[in-house]
């Protein structure tokens, strides 16, 4: 029953991306075969691999991707710049080492390998051994296809950064020799043709040609297998099997397996799975009908291959799955594969949590977050909803990740803030009402900190892992939002989506996503983006001062020689000042002094509000540093406040950006802090009572 | 009667005590009161003052402790210097308060607990001194050992399978069994103390493991009944509390007023703890007490008769060489 089950959905997963996909332009075609032993973690592999050349000059020379060499000793350039350690997870230095030998690669019958070499184009470093290069004994001319035999084996890393082993929980990620990008002058803008084959860094990921998978693993029955693409085959034998699985249109390949996942099947069906609300805001701001948007969709089997221990998390990870693949449709496009398979992690093997492939992704569960009031804590969800989008922003519209790292991690933590924040609200709230929302946090990592590096650079030249984690992910999706704030919805999200159709099944650079942005003409995007993804700009709005007086007209004497509003005799005591003139009645002079540090310029509201509780509400460019508003007014000013409306997502201290004209005496926001505050610590201390 | 029954009836007596725990509570927080002052003032002068005054701003909050993150450093600083301040202050009145309850007089307070306090205030601390040493010992003996262990044994298990889950819940569960024997002993070693069962805390000790003798699981069950009325008490008005969401100054008055009512029920749950122990351990004396164990050889004395009032206040200071197997906690 369960083969029929498996033949259908094969049938279904090979058949709807013919009617989907627009096709992208397919360079290779991958037909592996591997086998791994869970005791010795030891891989065997051959794959054939079809590679067309894609420019219009000869290539005399492939090369491909290593990437567990990245694991080999602690001389390669990830473990020097890794320090042993990624995203809070340690290598293990004893058993712990992984690797991959390719042992043959023969081409029209002649052996490649004897003649290849290792080379690091990226640091110069002797001892990486992640870029392979295999000089070819005649080139391959333009548009013809070079099919290669190879095999290799390999040894399965202990999982730290991304793929690898723990106990029997398997995650294989870049676990077979890669053919490199070789990138036609003009794809992505690039004025030479040439290879884009980089070396595994500590801050990198992927970049890889579009094509056609078909990979047959062998490994023992117990195992249960998730993979990209869908199974179209099984075989058993001996206490082995062997699933072979399929995927059309991707441009890399991963699977994982674990005796002990629980698999879980849903399927998401646009008729139930898309908010009526989100259909009809979608089409209002993007200016398109509800048919028109809902034409792409169709249904898409979800797999979630769940620890035993994290049951709780089903419906968590599959209702955060369907919302992401109904946002995602509505304001990109829908998604084109017949399947989607989540992968949850064990909590001991959490190196290889959070990490996208196309059609497959791993995502976080931690078993404390299942009570409550720790399930008020939306994590597992975000996770999941940040990593299938990657599947868009890095698989969808295949970005150079090595490169640009923000197009994959900054566009995609701005959608998953926008996600997040939409279906759960405040999304880390213990207790209840008390919380912050995921574009809070997002924006605290981004607007309050400072950096050395500007968003846009090579993902392993950024000064450090923090600077990296800062540029890729909250920087530029904190950006992105100003952006949106500065064209207002309608334009912002039609350029959007715009970006996202025209690119998809291709390769997208960062001058593509920002012309999109800069299309509609605002002067103020063209400068933003000058100065946050090419520069280190920052802003910093602030109330400078904002003094209010009675206008009692002028003091000294007039024409005529006569003293207004002075006594002229030296012996009379000057009348004292009234405790509070801002009883009197008018006219009042006021001064506001604006101002606007930090080299980003942006336009932004100034409110005046007057003692009777009127308004006056101007508007600044932001050009030069400061202005001054002179009012005069029947009423005494009693606040000014630049930016009300909390527009400028950037500004560096948003505390700054009002000032009152006088001690304020209503309610104060000053007592309720500090009385909270006052109740904590006693909390704190009262609870000493239960031992001392 | 039961102990909890007596112990309620004495908070409810001895109000005026339960009002000296709350203003050692309410002092020592009040020591972090000018750091806040400092760190809260932009509430009142910054952009967010009516957002807040509304209620929570996540933003406001974020954006607050980046720009204010040096008066945060200095108020943190303060908290954590008040933690020490606060746990010497209850390890120097706590043999006060023990004593006023033994005596039974719920007037005059103060000066008597200060003046109690004081002359018992080096045994207490020697006493908490070897709470602590105790707790470290039989917590790395029971807790922390075991725990290692079956993390070694448990390497390569699943997590949350059977090792995994037994380290994590013998370290919950041996943790609090060692942390209320060890607390136990402790509290009755102060009682011994106070009663003047000894003169110093190793006799205290002594004294309170013959106390435990047998009758250990009673002993944890007072104390932990009381520390769930104690969680009780704190949740419901934390909960309460944080629902008032104060937006005028008198709001903001009567939040403070509220949280420490509930904090003075708190010192009351504190001072019903501390009578309801002396019932249970005054059930359990013998006819004798031993005395003067610091002198080297047990002294036997035959118990006196419960003290008067009287006979209580007149009696001296140091108070050491008065034992009493009745007091007025139970007569009353």
Known sequence: MKQLVLAATASLVLGFPAAALEGPRKIVDYDIAVSFDPETKLVEGSETLKWTNPGDVPVGELRFHTYWNAFRNDRSTFFKESGGQLRGDKADTGKGWGYTNVTSMKWDGAELVKGARFESPDDGNPDDRTVLVVPLPRPVAPGETATLAITWKAKVPRVYARAGYVRDFFFFGQWFPQIGVYEPKGRRRNSDAGWNCHQYHANSEFYADWGDWRVAITLPEKFVVGSAGALVDTERTGGKKTLTYAQRSIHNFAFTADPRYVLVEDVFDPAKDIPKDEIARAAKTLGRSESDLLSGFHKVGIRLYLQPDHHAFDRRHIEAQKWALAWTGLWAFPYPYAQISIVDTPEDGLGATGMEYETIFTTLSLKWMERWPFNRIFVPEMVTIHEFTHGYWMGLLASNEFEESWMDEGINTFTESVMVDRKYGTYMSVPPGIGFKNEEMNRAQAALTQDHDPILSTAWKYVSENSYGRNSYPQPGTTIQQIRNLLGEEAFWKAFRDYAERWRFDHPTSEDFLDAMRASGNPHVAALIQKTWYGRGWIDFSILKAETEKDDGFTGFDDAGKPVNFDPDPRKKKKPKEKDDREKKGPWESLVVVCRDGDIEMPANVVLTFKDETTVTRTWDGAGGWIKYHVTSSSPLVKAEVDPERRTVLDRNPWNNARYTKKYEGPSAAAKGRTYALHLVEILLSTLWGVL | ?332
């Open chain 2, 1 to 332: 009667m039961s102990a909890t029954v007596s112990g309620l009836s004495a908070a409810l007596r001895h109000r005026r005590l339960a009002g000296v725990l709350w203003l050692s509570l309410f002092a020592s927080a009040l020591v972090t009161w000018f750091p806040m002052k400092s760190l809260f003032a932009v509430f009142d002068e910054g952009a967010f003052r009516e957002v807040l005054m509304k209620g929570w701003d996540g933003w406001a909050m974020l954006s607050w402790m980046t720009a204010e993150s040096r008066s945060l450093a200095i108020a943190t600083a303060s908290v954590t210097g008040t933690l020490l301040v606060f746990a010497l202050l209850q390890i120097f009145l706590t043999g006060g308060v023990l004593r006023v309850l033994v005596d039974g007089k719920p007037r005059p307070v103060f000066a008597r607990v200060i003046a109690e306090s004081a002359s018992l205030f080096k045994a207490n601390l020697w006493a908490a001194a070897r709470f602590l040493l105790a707790a470290s010992i039989w917590g790395g003996l029971f807790v922390a050992a075991p725990v290692a262990l079956l993390k070694k044994l448990a390497r390569d298990a699943p997590p949350h399978t059977l090792l995994p889950d037994l380290a994590f819940w013998w370290g919950i569960v041996a943790g609090a069994i060692v942390l209320l024997n060890v607390g136990l002993r402790y509290d009755l070693a102060r009682i011994a103390l106070a009663r003047g069962d000894a003169r110093n805390a190793r006799g205290a000790y002594r004294v309170a493991k013959q106390r435990l003798a047998g009758r250990r699981a009673s002993g944890i069950r007072v104390l932990l009944v009381w520390l769930a009325f104690g969680a009780a008490m704190q949740a419901v008005f934390t909960s309460a509390g944080l629902r008032m969401n104060p937006h005028t100054n008198g709001a903001v008055a009567g939040l403070f007023v509220f949280r420490q009512a509930g904090f003075y029920l708190l010192a009351m749950v504190r001072v019903g703890f501390w009578a309801a122990l002396l019932v249970w351990e005054e059930r359990r004396r013998p006819a004798y007490s031993v005395i003067g164990s610091a002198s080297g050889g047990a002294t036997w004395k035959l118990s006196e008769p419960i003290a008067t009032s009287a006979a209580a206040s007149a009696r001296p200071e140091t108070g050491s060489s008065v034992t009493t197997n009745g007091s007025a906690l139970l007569s009353s």
